[in-house]
T-cell receptor
Framework: ETGVTQSPTHLIKTRGQQVTLRCSSQSGHNTVSWYQQALGQGPQFIFQYYREEENGRGNFPPRFSGLQFPNYSSELNVNALELDDSALYLC??????????????FGPGTRLTVT | AQSVTQLDSQVPVFEEAPVELRCNYSSSVSVYLFWYVQYPNQGLQLLLKYLSGSTLVKGINGFEAEFNKSQTSFHLRKPSVHISDTAEYFCAVRVNQAGTALIFGKGTTLSVSS
């Protein structure tokens, strides 16, 4: 059974640029959630995708957008990068997104640095 | 709105000593509770979870946690720590509603020395 994978591992971008981060969910999981973890902080929920549709969103501006594909892999896109977007971006997959205690399995993260 | 407070940002302990990492949450609805561990430059690994039933939950690596509904707490304990337990620990809650995700505390750094 393959776990959650993320690419790339590290990324350096310039302010104002756009970036795409990728996540492959664990086998059989149909839900992907994205989190932003700033240095020294806990992860903050960005949004969640369930069966290719956005199913919930945290307090992030519209320049943070995403996609989920038929194989349940997912992308996080960030436009007009700002210095404060520098963080570890974590992807988590789970089996289901409705009511119930769906355990989330996390990938290793993508470290984004904006200069 | 739900929130999670981890009462200690750093906890230094000696090897083989007991440790308790404290977590309080606020929520007006029922929640699921989790503890995750994060080793340097890695993602999050689930230590244990409380869903329902027994308030004492046992997890991996010898950790356990006790859910106290009246005090809205979910403290993590280990009777004897090892050097390898040095890591960042996060408490998280999730409400029982569709489309919701985990709300994390700011983390507690556990430093175990010999």
């Amino acid at each position: 059974e393959t776990g959650v994978t993320q690419s790339p591992t590290h990324l350096i971008k310039t302010r104002g640029q756009q970036v795409t981060l990728r996540c492959s969910s664990q086998s059989g999981h149909n839900t992907v959630s994205w989190y932003q973890q700033a240095l020294g902080q806990g992860p903050q929920f960005i949004f969640q995708y369930y069966r290719e549709e956005e199913n919930g969103r945290g307090n992030f501006p519209p320049r943070f957008s995403g996609l989920q594909f038929p194989n349940y892999s997912s992308e996080l896109n960030v436009n007009a990068l700002e210095l404060d977007d520098s963080a570890l971006y974590l992807c988590a997959s789970s089996l289901g997104a409705g009511t119930g205690a769906y355990e989330q399995y996390f990938g290793p993260g993508t470290r984004l640095t904006v200069t | 709105a739900q929130s999670v407070t981890q009462l200690d940002s750093q906890v230094p302990v000696f090897e083989e000593a007991p440790v308790e990492l404290r977590c309080n949450y606020s929520s007006s609805v029922s929640v699921y509770l989790f503890w995750y561990v994060q080793y340097p430059n890695q993602g999050l690994q689930l230590l244990l979870k409380y869903l329902s039933g027994s308030t004492l939950v046992k997890g991996i690596n010898g950790f356990e946690a006790e859910f106290n509904k009246s005090q809205t707490s979910f403290h993590l304990r280990k009777p004897s720590v090892h050097i390898s337990d040095t890591a960042e620990y996060f408490c998280a809650v999730r409400v029982n509603q569709a489309g919701t995700a985990l709300i994390f505390g700011k983390g507690t750094t556990l430093s175990v020395s010999s």
